[in-house]
């Protein structure tokens, strides 16, 4: 032992003799030291720690297992053994010694700060799990306190870095914030609208996103510090301020596009005059349809239990029920989304009457469909109502529109054909025409009986 510190006091003595080398010597020393002391923390006390936890039901949870909290806070220590370390390196100027104080020094700060912003986020993960936080949620005050922290470490950090203190770096921003803010007014607005944004997952490049009054509708194409474009379904491009995503309303088609379906909501309109009840006839024609063979027996066997219990009332039609030709219909167009392979079968699926109005009796169509590609979800809208509006006179039914210029024509030319009518009626009722041959004998007849006449 005596020998190895002989020896090693031979190798102080030696390294002495050459400053330069002493020095890197010691800040090799010093690296190995921070090296050693961050590979011990992260790897055996947090990884035992993190082992120890997952053998606890806390760490089952894999949003607790997988946070970073822990192994930031670990990257203190290598930071701590720099900053008490560089005073100990033989030779080093004290110019160096301050700047290596001062950048660790600041490293702490700004791990700390994202060690708390981390824990903050995890703390707002926890409380979402909570039945009720979607009525009361935190989200809001965990941001704010993550600018308050940012801000804070901005301003510690930046005084470390100067070795200043504090107090006389915020006196100085108080006196330049006025004339920050008018100049830089617009960078500031989109920097925080971008905080915003980004900590919101609010807009996302690939985003179909809706905003009618920038006259914006088509996807995101890409996100800066000041503008968001938008490539719209005709190709041209809008220019939208960041800010305005905060500010404004728009609608994001993302939450559709990651449902896997699409919407349908269509009306039907039909003439009200053609709603009726259905027939025995109509009924026994219906009962063929495949769609059709469970409801229609089902539904008289449920009619036919109400009327049953009206008794002598019942012998009055106008008190008992009865299929209806819409209430049949409305059945088949169900069955036939149920059936429909392009129809998502595990999304609302009605369909359901509107409030008639002038322009007839809306029967909606409610559904989702498979995919979300646009040109296949036109395909299974459009095949889908090809069918409906095709069946619809099985059942009765028409479609109500307005009279377009060929009703307006055939209504003309129906009147001009009743009204010739009319005057040939006319005339045969006043009196038929006389021939010329019975007019030129009863003028030869009238003759004769005035030359009789004279002679007598």
Same mark, same amino acid.
């Given at each position: 032992?005596?020998?190895?510190?002989?020896?090693?006091?031979?190798?102080?003595?030696?390294?002495?003799?050459?400053?330069?080398?002493?020095?890197?010597?010691?800040? &090799?020393?010093?690296?190995?030291?921070?090296?050693?002391?961050?590979?011990? #923390?992260?790897?055996?006390?947090?990884?035992?720690?993190?082992?120890?936890?997952?053998?606890?039901?806390?760490?089952?949870?894999?949003?607790?297992?997988? %946070?970073?909290?822990?192994?930031?806070?670990? $990257?203190?220590?290598?930071?701590? #053994?720099?900053?008490?370390?560089?005073?100990?390196?033989?030779?080093?100027?004290?110019?160096?010694?301050?700047?290596?104080? $001062?950048?660790?020094?600041?490293?702490?700060?700004?791990?700390?700060?994202?060690?708390?912003?981390?824990?903050?986020?995890?703390?707002? =993960?926890?409380?979402?799990?909570?039945?009720?936080?979607?009525?009361?949620?935190?989200?809001?005050?965990?941001?704010?306190?993550?600018?308050?922290?940012?801000?804070?470490?901005?301003?510690? *950090?930046?005084?470390?870095?100067?070795?200043?203190?504090? #107090? *006389?770096?915020?006196?100085?921003?108080?006196?330049?914030?006025?004339?920050?803010?008018?100049?830089?007014?617009?960078?500031?607005?989109?920097?925080?609208?971008?905080?915003?944004?980004?900590?919101?997952?609010?807009?996302?490049?690939?985003?179909?996103?809706?905003?009618?009054?920038?006259?914006?509708?088509?996807? #995101?194409?890409?996100?800066?510090?000041? =503008?968001?474009?938008?490539?719209?379904?005709?190709?041209?491009?809008? =220019? *939208?301020?960041?800010?305005?995503?905060?500010? !404004?309303?728009?609608?994001?088609?993302?939450?559709?596009?990651?449902?896997?379906?699409?919407?349908?909501?269509? $009306?039907?309109?039909?003439?009200?005059?053609?709603?009726?009840?259905?027939?025995?006839?109509?009924?026994?024609?219906?009962?063929?349809?495949?769609?059709?063979?469970?409801?229609?027996?089902?539904?008289?066997?449920?009619?036919?239990?109400?009327?049953?219990?009206?008794?002598?009332?019942?012998?009055?039609?106008? $008190?008992?029920?009865?299929?209806?030709?819409?209430?049949?219909?409305?059945?088949?167009?169900?069955?036939?989304?149920?059936?429909?392979?392009? *129809?998502?079968?595990?999304?609302?699926?009605?369909?359901?009457?509107?409030?008639?109005? %002038?322009?007839?009796?809306?029967?909606?169509?409610?559904?989702?469909?498979?995919? =979300?590609?646009?040109?296949?979800?036109?395909?299974?809208?459009? !095949?889908?109502?090809?069918?409906?509006?095709?069946?619809?006179?099985? &059942?009765?039914?028409?479609?109500?529109?307005?009279?377009?210029?060929?009703?307006?024509?055939?209504?003309?030319?129906?009147?001009?054909?009743?009204?010739?009518?009319?005057?040939?009626?006319?005339?045969?009722?006043?009196?038929?025409?006389?021939?010329?041959?019975?007019?030129?004998?009863?003028?030869?007849?009238?003759?004769?009986?005035?030359?009789?006449?004279?002679?007598?």
């Amino acid at each position: 032992m005596e020998e190895m510190i002989a020896l090693y006091n031979q190798g102080l003595a030696w390294l002495e003799q050459y400053p330069q080398l002493n020095l890197a010597a010691g800040l &090799f020393v010093l690296f190995i030291i921070a090296w050693l002391s961050n590979a011990v #923390v992260k790897r055996l006390l947090v990884s035992g720690l993190m082992r120890a936890l997952r053998a606890t039901p806390l760490g089952q949870d894999d949003t607790l297992s997988n %946070s970073t909290v822990i192994a930031r806070l670990a $990257n203190v220590i290598p930071a701590l #053994v720099l900053s008490a370390g560089i005073v100990l390196v033989p030779g080093i100027p004290e110019i160096v010694v301050a700047i290596v104080q $001062n950048v660790a020094n600041a490293f702490v700060i700004l791990t700390v700060a994202l060690a708390i912003n981390g824990a903050l986020t995890l703390i707002n =993960t926890i409380y979402e799990r909570r039945p009720d936080s979607h009525m009361k949620p935190i989200k809001g005050y965990i941001q704010v306190i993550k600018i308050v922290i940012y801000v804070i470490s901005a301003i510690l *950090i930046i005084a470390t870095l100067i070795d200043r203190s504090p #107090v *006389i770096l915020l006196s100085g921003i108080g006196a330049m914030a006025a004339v920050v803010i008018l100049v830089f007014q617009d960078t500031l607005l989109s920097l925080v609208a971008s905080m915003q944004i980004s900590s919101n997952d609010i807009v996302r490049v690939g985003d179909w996103v809706e905003m009618p009054t920038l006259n914006a509708d088509g996807d #995101v194409i890409d996100i800066a510090l000041h =503008t968001v474009k938008v490539q719209n379904w005709d190709k041209t491009i809008t =220019t *939208i301020p960041t800010r305005r995503f905060i500010t !404004d309303s728009f609608k994001n088609w993302r939450g559709m596009q990651e449902s896997g379906g699409r919407r349908i909501m269509r $009306n039907i309109l039909l003439d009200q005059q053609s709603v009726g009840f259905l027939s025995s006839e109509e009924k026994e024609r219906l009962s063929r349809f495949r769609l059709l063979r469970d409801y229609l027996p089902e539904k008289q066997k449920e009619i036919d239990e109400w009327n049953q219990s009206l008794k002598d009332e019942g012998k009055e039609p106008a $008190n008992t029920r009865r299929i209806t030709n819409i209430g049949t219909f409305r059945a088949y167009v169900l069955n036939y989304l149920k059936s429909h392979q392009g *129809i998502h079968q595990k999304m609302t699926m009605m369909v359901r009457q509107l409030s008639p109005s %002038s322009d007839g009796l809306p029967l909606q169509v409610y559904a989702f469909t498979n995919t =979300t590609e646009w040109v296949k979800y036109e395909g299974i809208q459009s !095949d889908l109502f090809d069918h409906l509006l095709s069946i619809l006179p099985e &059942f009765g039914l028409r479609v109500y529109q307005h009279p377009s210029g060929v009703d307006l024509r055939s209504l003309r030319d129906f009147g001009v054909k009743d009204s010739e009518k009319k005057d040939e009626s006319k005339e045969t009722s006043l009196g038929e025409e006389v021939p010329k041959n019975q007019t030129a004998d009863h003028e030869e007849a009238r003759i004769e009986k005035e030359e009789k006449t004279n002679k007598d």
